[in-house]
């Protein structure tokens, strides 16, 4: 679906989107957990949505309902073909879950996950004792266990998401189990899952997140989550209204450990009128100027950043765009590709992303199939002169089904 953003000046309060990452998280705890558990906030995102399948699929009763979503855990094992859909977390998390039964499960996936390298995975379920095949290092995974424990090691440098997969399931495996993880890139992703663990009954010990120690036959709990907002979608709308606009963004936790609450200092390193209190956050439209920001933590950070860093006076830096390389697209490529339509100047050296502020205008532009790329588009085109048409926006359901509803109450012109 084409959609077009006509420049707008967006106003009001947005409740930002609940978080995906920990939607999926406690989808897989509560699944493992003997009774029912309650999820208050949750994501209905695309991602969110392949976890509930595969919950599904591994034996639990998903009851999703608007507000709230029930989960009944069990291992009575239904089907053995899980599709990931385009979740690289759901892939890399579930993977290691899989593993605890000793049928042969075969995980697949669609659109870009098809691209992305699996041998983290096949070798760290290998190395665990674990019947693992790729196809030629890509989709689909054919997992036989039963996951017994052990000891393994990991390189964390392109994702900390099978990190989180060993840590979820190696707890319910007979025997204890040690991770030595190298390189570990999205720490705070980490603390998300430590959380999760915690809040499910689960104990699990670690030195400087370098060697993790996890005791065995440890017992999932059921219980009542809350899923907080979603720094990672929240970031885009905090974009928005310092770009062109006087927006108050309700929901996002100053106490989160999610890595992109790091979009405050991009903010306030531009000269953002930015205006804290409690979990809103107030953002007013103001002069910018060029940042310097090292997103190696957050890749997700890059998209928005990019937007606003158009708007900013000077050249901005970003760090880390070896992150980028294995997402929906190739996102350096991308967002160089869309925003030089967009008038912007734009230059990679190293491992940063360099862009020059200037005049945006509009123009046509691919998402990619990329949601991130899609909404970063949109959010440019708020202060753009001219409009701006993004082709198959239809992707930003992946993680923020609601995000063009959200900023069309706003204010902004989005036309179908």
């Known amino acids: 679906m084409e959609r077009s953003v006509e420049p707008s000046f967006v106003s009001g309060e947005i409740i930002a989107p609940p978080s995906k990452s920990m939607t999926q998280r406690i989808i897989a705890a509560a699944m493992m957990a003997d009774g029912r558990s309650t999820i208050l906030n949750p994501s209905y995102c695309d991602d969110s ?45 579930f993977s290691p879950v899989a593993a605890l039964f000793d049928e042969e499960i075969t995980l697949s996936g669609a659109g870009s996950l098809k691209n992305r390298p699996m041998n983290m995975i096949v070798d760290a379920l290998v190395q665990l004792g674990v019947e693992c095949k790729s196809d ?44 030595r993880v190298s390189n ?60 062109n606009g006087n927006l108050k963004i309700n929901g996002l936790s100053n106490k989160s450990s999610q ?45 928005p950043l990019v937007a606003l860093a158009s708007y900013c006076k000077g050249v901005s830096s970003i760090k880390g765009v070896s992150r980028l390389l294995h997402k929906e697209s190739n996102r350096a490529a991308a967002l160089s590709e869309e925003f030089g339509k967009m008038n912007i100047k734009t230059e990679i050296r190293n491992d940063c992303f360099h862009i020059t502020g200037g005049k945006v205008t509009g123009a046509r ?35 923020y089904p609601g995000f063009f509803d959200d900023i069309k109450k706003a204010g902004a012109m989005v036309h179908e």
């Open 184 to 243: 570990l890139k999205s720490r705070p992703y980490i603390d998300m899952t430590l959380q999760v663990l915690r809040n499910s009954g689960i104990i699990v010990t670690n030195d400087s997140y370098e060697f993790f120690r996890i005791e065995g036959m440890q017992e999932y709990k059921p219980g009542t989550y809350q899923v907080e907002g979603d720094w990672s979608g929240g970031a885009f709308l905090l974009v928005a209204g310092a770009i």
């Open 259 to 303: 890595s992109d609450m790091a979009v405050l200092k991009a903010l306030m390193d531009a000269g953002a009128d930015l205006k804290i209190s409690g979990n809103s956050i107030e953002v007013s439209r103001s002069a910018l100027k060029a940042f310097e920001f090292d997103a190696t933590d957050s890749p997700d950070l890059f998209p």
């Open 136 to 179: 030629n290092g890509f989709l689909p995974l054919r997992i036989k266990g039963p996951l017994k424990g052990g000891k393994c090691e990991v390189d964390g440098s392109v994702s900390s998401q099978l990190l989180t997969g060993l840590l979820m399931a190696l707890p319910l495996a007979e025997k204890s189990s040690e991770i």
């Open 49 to 93: 949505l392949a976890a509930m399948s595969i919950a599904v699929s591994l034996g639990a009763r998903v009851e999703p309902e608007a507000v709230q979503m029930k989960i009944t855990g069990s291992w009575e094992l239904k089907e053995r073909k899980l599709n990931c859909g385009e979740s690289g977390l759901a892939i890399r998390m």
């Open 365 to 399: 532009v691919n998402s990619h199939e990329d949601h991130r790329i899609a909404m970063a588009a949109a959010v440019a085109a708020l202060g753009a002169e001219g409009t701006v048409y993004i082709k198959d926006s239809h992707c930003v359901a992946k993680s």
